[in-house]
């Protein structure tokens, strides 16, 4: 059990956090021929929208209501009803969704009411699609803002059971915003070797895993159809990845009655043992070939990994859900997790293997890494990195100085298999060549490699 | 919110900008700050434009008054470099929560400057206003001034809530606050008639160091930059320059123009960009100072360099010339780099088939006009889907542009530099010059085209009849 501790800071130094209005707008963008709507000043949606193109390196579709000084007291109604037939003219999405910002929350906006008064004026928006959601920045985080639109999608989109026919194969998965589109192209692949018809709710492999597009498009390049999501109720099962995808699961449970399984992290071998175990006895199919297969190669993999792991003292800040997934996996490697470092509260950051979890940012993380084997967190942790001497394995968004960081895979044996790879050679590579003296220093100097707690 | 009011209806009235002079009076009240259109706008707020301006002076702890989503996504993004401090790269939040929207958030903010100056020790904490506390009426500049008095030290509030305009109009509010609490507070230890300013210049990717040893060659000092590797106490002491030259024509005109107002500071228009604009600037930098008292021979030492720096970069650009004449160019910046990066390109041989006027003066498009003859179309507001058919069909070999329009090219499988804030390689002075052609010949001979742009596999229906004849 963890202990919870908040940082007690005025400042905060070097932030870990975004925004809950973005989280959300990457939401939106799985979903085909969308176009995010940020309802603040234009900053809002430019610094997310120069956030996305460095992570991802492809252009973002993201608008702007832009919030002028006198809008912003006298309300936006305005705003938004000439964002939304802008965008139509311009861009004519299949869907726009709209997040607030701490700006028009403050205002109080109301987007509901608003949102009523412009279908009825404009029926040009009638083959468009609205989604509003709640996001102002001053509370919550990013993974807050995305659970919070995929909540929205399917109260406002998803049709209601009687008007669906049941289709026994169909799955739909919602992914929490740590799951990337490379790893949403190998959960297919998963799924579908169970005969099973994924259905990814939203669908960042469509819009964000870098491909060229046949022609021009100023809105997103795909992602889940608006059918596929009206459609949602025919599924037989439900399966949430990621503790922030619980509150949709039920949603879309009460909504059409599908249960659904929630999996709490798919990185490790005993997590991927219990998703198989489930997909064969929901699919009835046994585990295939390839599986078992690739199950060995990652048992193979721990027990060649295991020696560079084991021990390591790790210091890793993300999102509580990306930060369950990384930190339970490296102790189940051997690794000690020496500082575990997050953004918002969740129910799953009591079980992380840590002594205690800050809410905090990364000069909390640097404080407490001095003396760590790895610093595992975002790119904005390579000036904590370089201070320290400590190798930086970078995981989350943003990652804006490597390449492919939408298609770091982290889920499955095989995602697993090569993280072990990844992770160990940086281990390896960063191993220290012994000097006559390494014993004598180490002797005086050197507190014991682990600390002995009682689990 | 009233002094701020103020202080942008001066900005907007600039006079020593040259887009603004040009217009109506009317519409100059609506200055760099035409309403934004909803949902079909872009670019950055005015918050965003003070923190590029002053966020390079280096030694300064930028803190950050708002919610998160003003600065935890930008924080350590451009590419300012700095010769020695690094805590401007180190971001400073109030991460305003609930409670701070409910009870205000003076106090937040004056114990978060409390911590910076214990953490940190700095020569100043510049605090940045943003929307959310303008609107709940946190007073920042009184909060600065209780912990100035506290902390014996300048806190220096930048009213820039990003509501009230543009990037643009945020540079200027940046600037404005240099003059009322920064510049001519202090006094440099010693001045020398070669002191110079260069107002606009930010040091991407460190620019100015391409520059800057000419000017130490010439024995020219730079007393400030404003704001590339600065040091807080040079732009607090560099009312004492002899001489400015302003850089980025549109951002901190307002400085340059009140620091002659106020400190009879004479300055120039001029671009590091291309080799006879640096030449140029070189010239007019020295004609300045002698102007103001500096020796005469400064002339003539200054002609020297640019003679051999002019040849030197021709001599590097040549080999170049007969591998890039021809190629069409499509060029997409703001404002003055546009016609001195075409002056640049012409002198490779490339032809410039497009360039983008939307950020330039009157005199700038007169200017460009003048360049390209009618060869080259000049565009206000060309759309991302028009750029891409351009590209797609083949009317261009490459494209330059910022950040943004990257994916337009790239998607049309068409070579593209970046040329905006963001890049990674710097293009100033006559070795700057010699770099940017460089790339543009990297990137258009890189053997990738060739098999990007190759049809697949099953798109080649003369190879799938042939496979299947021979399987039959």
């Known amino acids: ?455 | 919110m009233g002094t701020l009011g103020s202080k942008i209806q001066q900005v907007l009235n600039e006079p020593g900008c040259a887009t603004n002079r040009a217009k109506p009076n009317l519409d100059r009240k609506k200055g760099s700050n035409k309403l934004l259109a909803p949902g079909a706008a872009a670019g950055g707020c005015a918050f965003d434009g003070a923190k590029i301006a002053l966020q390079p002076i280096t030694d300064v702890a930028h803190l950050i008054h708002g919610p998160i989503g003003c600065e935890g996504h930008s924080w350590d993004a451009r590419g300012s470099k700095s010769s020695g401090p690094l805590l401007y790269r180190t971001s400073f939040t109030t991460n305003m929560n609930e409670q701070d929207i409910v009870f205000g958030g003076e106090k937040h903010l004056y114990k978060a400057i409390k911590e910076i100056v214990e953490k940190h020790n700095p020569p100043a904490v510049f605090v940045y206003q943003t929307c959310v506390p303008a609107m709940i009426g946190d007073d920042i500049e009184a909060v600065c001034k209780a912990a100035q008095k506290n902390f014996g030290k300048p806190i220096v509030p930048i009213n820039v809530p990003g509501f009230v305009g543009s990037k643009n109009l945020g540079n200027k509010l940046a600037g404005e606050a240099l003059l009322d609490y920064v510049i001519g507070t202090e006094e440099p230890e010693i001045t020398t008639p070669y002191d110079i300013n260069i107002i606009g210049e930010y040091n991407l990717s460190g620019e100015l160091w391409q520059v800057k040893p000419l000017l130490d060659e010439l024995g020219i000092r730079i007393l400030s930059t404003i704001s590339g590797d600065a040091k807080y106490h040079e732009v607090a002491q560099s009312h004492r320059a002899r001489a400015a030259m302003m850089v980025c024509s549109k951002a901190m005109i307002n400085v340059a123009r009140k620091m002659e107002e106020r400190y009879g500071i004479p300055f120039f228009e001029g671009s590091f960009y291309g080799v006879a604009d640096m030449s140029d600037s070189l010239r007019r930098i020295s004609q300045l100072l002698v102007d103001r008292g500096a020796d005469a021979e400064l002339l003539a030492r200054a002609e020297k360099v640019i003679q051999r720096e002019e040849a030197r970069a021709w001599e590097r650009i040549a080999p170049f010339k007969a591998r890039l004449a021809g190629k069409r160019v499509l060029l997409f910046t703001g404002g003055v780099k546009s016609w001195s990066v075409v002056a640049a390109l012409q002198e490779a041989g490339l032809i410039v088939t497009g360039t983008s006027v939307k950020k330039s003066t009157p005199d700038d498009k007169a200017r460009i006009k003048e360049l390209v003859k009618d060869d080259a179309h000049m565009f206000d507001d060309l759309k991302p889907r028009e750029m891409y058919a351009m590209l797609k069909e083949a009317r261009a070999d490459i494209m330059l542009s910022g950040g943004r329009t990257q994916f337009v090219a790239l998607k049309a499988k068409m070579p593209w530099l970046d040329i905006n804030q963001e890049r990674h390689h710097a293009y100033a002075g006559y070795m700057g010059m010699v770099a940017l052609i460089e790339e543009i010949d990297k990137a258009l001979s890189n053997p990738i085209w060739e098999q990007v742009r190759r049809p697949a596999p099953w798109e080649k229906p003369a190879v799938q009849d042939a496979l299947h004849l021979h399987i039959a």
């Open chain 1, 1 to 455: 059990m963890a202990k919870i501790v908040f940082s007690q800071k005025h400042c905060m130094v070097n932030p870990l956090k975004m925004s809950q209005p973005i989280g959300a707008a990457l939401a939106f963008m799985g979903i085909e021929n969308a176009m995010p709507l940020l309802h603040g000043s234009q900053g809002c949606t430019s610094f997310g929208l120069v956030l996305f193109v460095r992570h991802f390196r492809e252009a973002i579709p993201m608008q702007t209501t832009a919030l002028s000084q006198v809008a912003s007291v006298m309300g936006g109604f305005d705003n938004v009803e000439q964002a939304l037939v802008n965008i139509a003219a311009r861009t004519n999405p299949a869907f726009i969704g709209i997040c607030t910002t701490g700006i028009s929350e403050i205002k109080g906006d109301d987007l509901d009411g608003f949102l009523k008064t412009i279908r009825a004026n404009h029926p040009e928006l009638d083959s468009i699609a609205l989604v509003d959601v709640s996001t102002p920045d001053f509370e919550g985080s990013f993974q807050d803002g995305w659970a919070a639109a995929v909540t929205r999608i399917i109260e406002e989109l998803v049709n209601l059971p009687l008007a669906t026919a049941k289709l026994t194969r169909r799955i739909n998965i919602l992914p929490g915003s740590h799951i990337t589109p490379g790893d949403i192209d190998e959960l297919r692949d998963i799924f579908e070797a169970f005969c099973l018809e994924p259905v990814f709710l939203p669908d960042l492999s469509g819009s964000l895993d870098g491909h060229i597009p046949a022609e021009f498009t100023p809105t997103t390049l795909g992602g889940i159809s608006i059918e596929q999501i009206r459609k949602t109720g025919s599924a037989c099962w439900t399966v949430a990845i990621g503790e922030q995808m619980r509150g949709a699961a039920i949603t879309l449970e009460h909504r059409t009655g599908i249960p659904y399984r929630l999996f709490e992290r798919l990185t490790g071998l005993a997590a991927n043992d219990e998703l198989m175990g489930f997909l064969s006895e929901i699919s009835g199919v046994p585990v295939p070939r390839k599986y078992r297969r690739q199950r060995s190669q990652l048992v193979d993999a721990m027990l060649d990994g295991h020696f560079h792991f084991g021990g390591k003292r790790v210091a890793i800040a993300a999102e509580p859900d990306l930060l369950a997934a990384f930190s339970h996996w490296l102790h189940e490697m051997g690794c000690e997790i020496q500082a575990a470092v997050t953004t918002t509260q969740s129910p799953s950051l009591e079980n992380i293997p840590a002594g205690e979890v800050v809410l905090g940012d990364l000069e909390d993380l640097e404080m407490r890494a001095a003396g760590t084997d790895l610093i595992v967190t975002h790119s904005h942790g390579r000036q904590a990195a370089e201070r320290l001497g400590i190798p930086l394995f970078r995981i989350g968004l943003p990652v804006f100085d490597r390449l492919g960081a939408g298609q770091q895979v982290s889920v499955g044996y095989r995602g697993t298999r090569d993280l072990i790879f990844e992770v160990g050679n940086l281990f390896l590579s960063n191993a220290r060549e012994p000097t006559p003296n390494t014993w004598i220093m180490s002797a005086e100097c050197t507190p014991p490699r682990v600390s002995l707690k009682v689990q």
